[in-house]
C-alpha cells in the first residue's frame, strides 16, 4: 500500500530534550516536505527537499533541521524543542518537485513540548 | 497572509443535500488542489485543477476554476455523514519549492 508513515503519532517531552521525528515515503517520490498546523495559522511549510541530498528552508524553518540522506526517510529534527513547537506535524511527499502532482501525507505526530 | 481563504469558515447540512465551498486566491497559479482531513489526521487529496481548466468532476465532487475572479468552488452533491470533515484549497507557491499555500479550511458537518 502506497503511504507515507510518521513516526511517533504521538509525543509529550520537555523543553530542551532533542527529539527526531521520522517520516518515510514507500511511493519512490523525489520530494518531500514537512508541515506544522496551527489553529487560526493554517498549515505552513517548514522545510522541503526535492531530492536526496537536498534540502531547503519552507516559511517557517526556525528551530528546526531535517536531513535527506535516503529517498525514502526525511526525518524532522527539534535539537532544542520549546513551548511554541507544541503543534501538528505532517509529512508530505510527490512524485517530483513543483505543485503539478499531488501530494500525499502522512497521519500527522502531534508534539506537546512543556 | 494566506494564499487561499475558504468560505464558509464552517458549514453544518443534512444528509443528501449538496454543499458548496468556495475559495479565494490573490496571485497567479498553476493549478489548484482541494484536500480533505478528518479530524486530526492527515490530509487526503480530492483533485487537482489546472489553470487552464474551469471544470472538473471526481465522484460526487465538482470542482470550478474562475481565474479572472482568483476563485474556486468545490460541490459536494447527495453529502454522506462520512463526508464530515475540514477542506482545504491549496495553490502553488512561487518559484519550484513545491510548496502548498493552504487556506484556513471548510469544516463540513453532515448530520444524518
Known amino acids: 500500500e502506497a503511504q507515507v508513515t510518521q513516526n511517533p503519532r504521538y509525543l509529550i517531552t520537555v523543553t530542551g530534550k532533542k527529539l527526531t521525528v521520522t517520516c518515510s515515503q514507500n511511493m519512490n517520490h523525489e520530494y518531500m516536505s514537512w508541515y506544522r498546523q496551527d489553529p487560526g495559522l493554517g498549515l505552513r511549510q517548514i522545510y522541503y527537499s526535492m531530492n536526496v541530498e537536498v534540502t531547503d528552508k519552507g516559511d517557517v524553518p526556525e528551530g528546526y533541521k531535517v536531513s535527506r540522506k535516503e529517498k525514502r526517510n526525511f526525518p524532522l529534527i527539534l535539537e532544542s524543542p520549546s513551548p511554541n513547537q507544541t503543534s501538528l506535524y505532517f509529512c508530505?511527499?510527490?512524485?517530483?518537485?513543483?505543485?503539478?502532482?499531488?501530494?500525499?501525507f502522512g497521519p500527522g505526530t502531534r508534539l506537546t513540548v512543556t | 497572509s494566506q494564499q487561499g481563504e475558504e468560505d464558509p469558515q464552517a458549514l453544518s447540512i443534512q444528509e443528501g443535500e449538496n454543499a458548496t465551498m468556495n475559495c479565494s486566491y490573490k496571485?497567479?497559479?498553476?493549478?489548484l488542489q482541494w484536500y480533505r482531513q478528518n479530524s486530526g489526521r492527515g490530509l487526503v487529496h480530492l483533485i487537482l485543477i489546472r489553470s487552464n481548466e474551469r471544470e472538473k468532476h471526481s465522484g460526487r465532487l465538482r470542482v470550478t476554476l474562475d481565474t479572472s475572479k482568483k476563485s474556486s468552488s468545490l460541490l459536494i452533491t447527495a453529502s454522506r455523514a462520512a463526508d464530515t470533515a475540514s477542506y482545504f484549497c491549496a495553490t502553488a507557491g512561487s518559484g519550484n519549492t513545491g510548496k502548498l499555500i493552504f487556506g484556513q479550511g471548510t469544516t463540513l458537518q453532515v448530520k444524518p
Open positions: 496571485t497567479s497559479i498553476n493549478n
Open positions: 508530505a511527499s510527490s512524485r517530483t518537485s513543483g505543485t503539478s502532482y499531488e501530494q500525499y
